[in-house]
């Protein structure tokens, strides 16, 4: 069963611009701006009340289609909230006998693990870019990543995470690791 025309809106929050160009997103806010880029969705996308609404609209399309038209608004509002707030993900190293020691270099775009289960091998890990990280003022052990983008920002938390694992042992026992504690 087809729907004729589906129709879905978001609120443009305060004191923040957005831009729409041929379903070319560019948001930009207190902490920088952001561009997204749906030109492979077949939708319509436009500023409505004056720009203080965008509106994403969809034609005969089947249900499992029409679920991206609320994707496409969920993206939409990720992007004003980065460039309101910015997204911030907590990484706590997890050890039970050698003790991890994490470094951040280069201004906070770049750590460096050593010492990951007694290993001497230093694991180099770069952030994506717009996203910094930083040391914990409060909690030992833990890393503080921010940024704009959340899919930048939760990228790079899946790069330290992933830079971690433990090989050959069984991981049930084994639980070393640098894990994605809180995010949001």
């Given amino acids: 069963m087809r729907t004729l025309c589906q129709e879905e809106s978001i609120k443009v929050p305060k004191g923040v611009k957005i831009t729409i160009k041929s379903k070319m997103v560019e948001v930009s806010g207190k902490h920088g701006s952001l561009k997204r880029n749906f030109k492979h969705l077949p939708i319509e996308l436009w500023l409505a009340n004056g720009g203080k609404e965008v509106k994403a609209r969809m034609y005969f399309a089947k249900s499992k289609q029409l ?4 994707s496409v608004c969920s993206h939409i509002s ?9 997204f911030q993900y907590n990484m706590r190293l997890v050890y039970a006998h050698f003790p991890i020691n994490a470094n951040i270099v280069n201004g906070g775009k770049t750590v460096e693990i050593r010492n990951f289960l007694g290993e001497k091998i230093v694991r180099t890990v770069h952030m994506l870019p717009g996203v910094t990280i930083e040391k914990s003022a409060s909690t030992k052990d833990e890393l503080v990543l921010s940024g704009a983008d959340i899919e930048l920002t939760g990228r790079s938390a899946a790069l330290i995470h992933q830079s971690c694992l433990v090989k050959d042992k069984d991981i049930r026992k084994f639980l070393d690791g640098i894990y994605v504690s809180s995010h949001g």
């Fill in 67 to 70: 679920s991206m038209l609320r």
């Fill in 78 to 86: 990720n992007l004003f909230d980065g460039v309101e707030k910015k």
